[in-house]
T-cell receptor, first 113, second 114 residues
Framework: GENVEQHPSTLSVQEGDSAVIKCTYS??????FPWYKQELGKRPQLIID?????GEKKDQRIAVTLNKTAKHFSLHITETQPEDSAVYFC????????????FGKGTKLSVKP | EPEVTQTPSHQVTQMGQEVILRCVPI?????FYWYRQILGQKVEFLVS????????KSEIFDDQFSVERPDGSNFTLKIRSTKLEDSAMYFC????????????FGPGTRLTVL
């Protein structure tokens, strides 16, 4: 089955700095790569996703890059703000499924003002 | 913007009791999922449901679990005889047929088994 590894498990940055979180996956047929943000006690919320036909996607301060050859994708947050503090999860659909997501273990991002 | 809703927000039960967790999907969505998140851990897939039947289930989803969509709107997860280790946050997620893999999560039900 699909194996998703996420690093680092915790990340602390100063406000204004950039943050990068990386995920690796095992199934080379995977074609959809979402990132979810989860604030304490809240639901996971999709913040950005990328499909395998592109290598990078940006949405304001957030970007995702995909390297299909190396089977990894990364979340980039620039000009971090205290409200970016949360747990971020990458996910990959289970192969030959109807979208069942396999999540990484999460990265707790702390942005210090 | 339409949202997935779940009830109750928090359920406390005694070990061995049955619980039913409810989800109301976004109205035009066709694929439904249950996920579980033990406190401080990652989100884990339990089961997917499409066209009124289970599509796939994980090894967590054993004979104590069942799902159904009894009235065409609510999507329920039943745990027949709860165990201490079932304590977790349970999230319902739904997806429409045109946004393959983009899943929308409900706010979750926190289940506490005593």
């Amino acid at each position: 089955g699909e194996n998703v590894e996420q690093h680092p498990s915790t990340l602390s940055v100063q406000e204004g700095d950039s943050a990068v979180i990386k995920c690796t996956y095992s199934d080379s047929a995977s074609n959809y790569f979402p990132w979810y943000k989860q604030e304490l006690g809240k639901r996971p919320q999709l913040i950005i996703d990328i499909r395998s036909n592109v290598g990078e996607k940006k949405d304001q301060r957030i970007a995702v890059t995909l390297n299909k050859t190396a089977k990894h994708f990364s979340l980039h947050i620039t000009e971090t703000q205290p409200e970016d503090s949360a747990v971020y999860f990458c996910a990959v659909p289970l192969e030959r499924s109807q979208g069942n997501l396999i999540f990484g273990k999460g990265t707790k991002l702390s942005v210090k003002p | 913007e339409p949202e997935v809703t779940q009830t109750p927000s928090h359920q406390v039960t005694q070990m061995g009791q049955e619980v039913i967790l409810r989800c109301v999907p976004i109205s035009n969505h066709l694929y439904f999922y249950w996920y579980r998140q033990i406190l401080g851990q990652k989100v884990e897939f339990l089961v997917s449901f499409y066209n009124n039947e289970i599509s796939e289930k994980s090894e967590i989803f054993d004979d104590q679990f069942s799902v159904e969509r009894p009235d065409g709107s609510n999507f329920t997860l039943k745990i027949r005889s709860t165990k201490l280790e079932d304590s977790a946050m349970y999230f319902c997620a739904t997806m429409d047929s045109t946004s393959y893999n983009e899943q929308f999560f409900g706010p979750g039900t926190r289940l506490t088994v005593l």
